[in-house]
Each structure stands twice: as C-alpha cells, then as structure tokens.
C-alpha cells in the first residue's frame, strides 16, 4: 500500500530557480497559533531556506538548480508545550487543542519518518535480494559434480571456478554464451549461474593480474611476445613480426633482391627526388626531338655542353632557351645555325684576349678587327681563318 506523508511533500523534476510551491499539510495548531519555523526545506538533500510562508504557498530561496527534488517537511518543535498551565488557571479549548496538536503533529511527523526509513530499509533489502554471491569451487570437476545435485528449484545458485582449464571443453553441461579466444587455464577464474537446467556464463576474471597481465608501463616481459601472423593487407598501425619486414622490405646495406625492382610509371611531371625507369631515361633524354632544357641565367656563365646520342642519326636538335633560342639542327654534315628566326649572326670586332683556332678547323668573323695591346690570334697550318 502506498503511503501518504503527513507532513511532507516531495517534487520532483523541478525547474531550475523555482521559488513557489503549495503544500497539502498544515502548521497551524488553532487559528490562534501559527508555527512557520517548523517548515523546512531540503534542495537534493541539502538543506534550503524557506524565505516566506504564506497559507499554503511556501517561498524558498533562488538558486535551484534545474531537475532538482524538493522535499518541503514540517518539524514540530517539542523541547516544550505550547501552553503551560498552573495551578488556578482557567482552561481554555484553544489552548487545550494547542498542546494537544503539538502531540498529534509530533507524532505524524514520527510515522512519517517512519515510513521514509522503511522505505530506504526496503531499497537496501532489494538491492542485497539482487547481489549473488558465488560458491568457490576448485576447478572443472567440481563443477560438473556440483551440477548433478541441481535441479530447477535451484535456479540463480551461482559458482565461481578457480582452476578454468578446459572450461570450454570439459564443461558438463556446457556453459551457455562462454568467450571465445580465452586462454583457459588454471589463472582464470569464471563465473556461472545455475538456470535450471545449465550454466549460464557472468564473467571471467585473472585469478592474478599482476602476473598475468603487463601494467600499461613499467613491466618487463619474462618471454618473447606472441604477434599474430601479418600480411601485406595489415594495418599501417599494427605491431608485425620481424619475420614480416624481412620477407617484405629490403635493408639498407647487404641485400640481395630476387626480382626486378618495380618503379611507378614516370612523366615529365615526375619529381627530381623519384626514381625513374631506363624507358623513361630513354624515351625522354636519348633519341627525343624537341626536349626543351631550360636553364637560369647564372647557368649559362660557364657555357653549356650538352651531347645528343640515340637511334635517331639522322636530325638531332638543340634548342637554348633565354633571351633569345639559339637553334643547332644537324643533318648528315650539315649543321645548321639558328638564332631565333634572325637572319643575321654578329661578332664582336674587338679581339680582347690571346685565341688559337683549332687545329684541322675554319673560323671566320666579320672585321675590320681590332686588338687590345699584347693580343695575339694564332692560326694553324693545318687550319684556315677568313675575316671578311
């Protein structure tokens, strides 16, 4: 049965900073005596002030959080009566009523922290009805043999194994919703619950994990760590084997491969760090017309000396990009000169340091020339210089 508070109400869910609330009890001993601190207030457990009473309406202070409970009590003062009578004095029904509500309010007060004691005895009652607790029993047989003598009267009897060797074997019945992938040995400990007619599984637990688990940091492994087999489809993230990253990658220094090594397709547009293939060094460097090098001007100080080779004998071509192309084309023995376009080709007519035509070879140059002091021209007699 449920039970009314005499002098009592809770509220529950209250929104935050809520200062009214109305009462169904009263303080009042006669209509001409009113007790108004003897309603109290509790905010989630802890005491709240009561700002104003008024009739039924009860003021509390602000500040209530949102989703609070709100117990709003009435608590007779009983260190003395109310009214105290001598001797010869006339008795009165309001004073008479006065004491004797002061006993009656007392008293429901009591009952009603009777009842709220009752209520938190049951909680505690329940809450223990719920716990199980677990039998030791030393290992599987004694699982098993402690099986036979249940029946279904016995339902929610609970065992802990201490010794789970071959407890998902040997299990007679077997245990229902038992792990999978557990090391069952003698340092676990596991957990079972009678249903009626089988186990059913609670937990398992290291019988001791100090020595069967290592700490987050700071332990020292007493053995080799066992790493499940990897592949070249593991995650970047795993731990692999060192038998993984022998037969995978190659080292450093010593190594001798067993096949090609493979290298990405490469294009022009293939970084200078990458590694590039012959094809790639064949098809863009040997026997390509067209290939454009381009240089700065601070290359070009000290000249350029560049080398055509590939299957291609017949036209190879050069092509110097900078404020102008000088274009170098060869066919057969002749090799044509090309300076952007311009019909003219110009020398300087001043001779300014020592020159000796190579030996074998023409020269020519348009003069008059001119020579700085001490400036000679050599001319082998195997060679031939014309200045038109």
Same mark, same amino acid.
């Given at each position: 049965?449920?039970? #009314?508070?005499?002098?009592?109400?809770?509220? #529950?869910?209250?929104?935050?900073?809520?200062?009214?609330?109305?009462?169904?009890?009263?303080?009042?001993?006669?209509?001409?005596?009113?007790?108004?601190?003897?309603?109290?207030?509790?905010?989630?457990?802890?005491?709240?002030?009561?700002?104003?009473?008024?009739?039924?309406?009860?003021?509390?202070?602000?500040?209530?959080?949102?989703?609070?409970?709100?117990?709003?009590?009435?608590?007779? $003062?009983?260190?003395?009566?109310?009214?105290?009578?001598?001797?010869?004095?006339?008795?009165?029904?309001?004073?008479?009523?006065? $004491?004797?509500?002061?006993?009656?309010?007392?008293?429901?007060?009591?009952?009603?922290?009777?009842?709220?004691?009752?209520?938190?005895? $049951?909680?505690?009652?329940?809450?223990?009805?719920?716990?199980?607790?677990?039998?030791?029993?030393?290992?599987?047989?004694?699982?098993?043999?402690?099986?036979?003598?249940?029946?279904?009267?016995?339902?929610?009897?609970?065992?802990?194994?201490?010794?789970?060797?071959?407890?998902?074997?040997?299990?007679?019945?077997?245990?229902?919703?038992?792990?999978?992938?557990?090391?069952?040995?003698?340092?676990?400990?596991?957990?079972?619950?009678?249903?009626?007619?089988?186990?059913?599984?609670?937990?398992?637990?290291?019988?001791?994990?100090?020595?069967?688990?290592?700490?987050?940091?700071?332990?020292?492994?007493?053995?080799?760590?066992?790493?499940?087999?990897?592949?070249?489809? !593991?995650?970047?993230?795993?731990?692999?084997?060192?038998?993984?990253?022998?037969?995978?990658?190659? $080292?450093?220094?010593?190594?001798?491969?067993?096949?090609?090594?493979?290298?990405?397709?490469?294009?022009?547009?293939?970084?200078?760090?990458?590694?590039?293939?012959?094809?790639?060094?064949?098809?863009?460097?040997?026997?390509?017309?067209?290939? +454009?090098?381009?240089?700065?001007?601070?290359?070009?100080?000290?000249?350029?000396?560049?080398?055509? !080779?590939?299957?291609?004998?017949?036209?190879?071509?050069?092509?110097?990009?900078?404020?102008?192309?000088?274009?170098?084309?060869?066919?057969?023995? /002749?090799? +044509?000169?090309?300076?952007?376009?311009?019909?003219?080709?110009?020398?300087?007519?001043? /001779?300014?340091?020592?020159?000796?035509?190579?030996?074998?070879?023409?020269?020519?140059?348009?003069?008059?020339?001119?020579?700085?002091?001490?400036?000679?021209?050599?001319?082998?007699?195997?060679?031939?210089?014309?200045?038109?």
């Amino acid at each position: 049965m449920t039970y #009314t508070p005499y002098a009592s109400n809770t509220f #529950t869910n209250v929104a935050a900073n809520t200062t009214l609330f109305t009462i169904t009890w009263t303080y009042v001993y006669n209509p001409y005596y009113i007790d108004t601190a003897a309603v109290l207030a509790t905010v989630n457990g802890a005491d709240w002030t009561v700002s104003s009473v008024s009739g039924s309406t009860i003021t509390l202070a602000t500040g209530i959080p949102a989703n609070a409970t709100v117990i709003i009590y009435r608590s007779t $003062d009983i260190t003395d009566n109310v009214v105290n009578f001598t001797a010869g004095s006339t008795l009165k029904s309001e004073d008479l009523n006065s $004491d004797f509500d002061q006993l009656l309010f007392s008293a429901q007060e009591a009952k009603d922290t009777e009842a709220s004691l009752q209520t938190q005895v $049951d909680g505690i009652v329940s809450s223990i009805a719920d716990l199980i607790v677990y039998l030791p029993l030393a290992d599987v047989a004694a699982l098993n043999t402690t099986a036979g003598g249940l029946t279904p009267t016995d339902v929610g009897k609970a065992y802990e194994v201490q010794n789970s060797t071959n407890i998902n074997t040997a299990a007679s019945p077997v245990i229902n919703n038992l792990p999978s992938g557990v090391e069952w040995d003698s340092g676990i400990l596991t957990r079972v619950q009678w249903s009626g007619t089988a186990w059913n599984y609670k937990v398992y637990l290291a019988a001791n994990p100090d020595t069967r688990y290592a700490n987050i940091a700071g332990d020292t492994f007493t053995g080799d760590v066992n790493i499940p087999a990897t592949t070249a489809s !593991t995650p970047s993230t795993a731990v692999v084997t060192k038998a993984f990253i022998e037969a995978t990658y190659v $080292d450093v220094a010593g190594d001798t491969m067993t096949g090609n090594l493979l290298v990405p397709t490469t294009t022009g547009s293939t970084p200078s760090t990458a590694v590039v293939t012959k094809q790639y060094v064949d098809n863009a460097i040997a026997g390509e017309t067209n290939t +454009t090098y381009t240089y700065a001007s601070s290359d070009t100080s000290g000249g350029v000396n560049l080398t055509l !080779t590939g299957s291609d004998s017949t036209t190879n071509s050069i092509k110097l990009q900078g404020a102008s192309n000088l274009g170098v084309t060869q066919a057969g023995n /002749v090799v +044509t000169l090309d300076v952007g376009g311009n019909p003219f080709v110009e020398n300087t007519r001043t /001779v300014t340091a020592n020159y000796t035509i190579t030996a074998g070879r023409g020269a020519t140059s348009v003069g008059p020339l001119s020579f700085n002091s001490g400036v000679t021209v050599t001319v082998p007699s195997t060679s031939k210089l014309i200045i038109l």
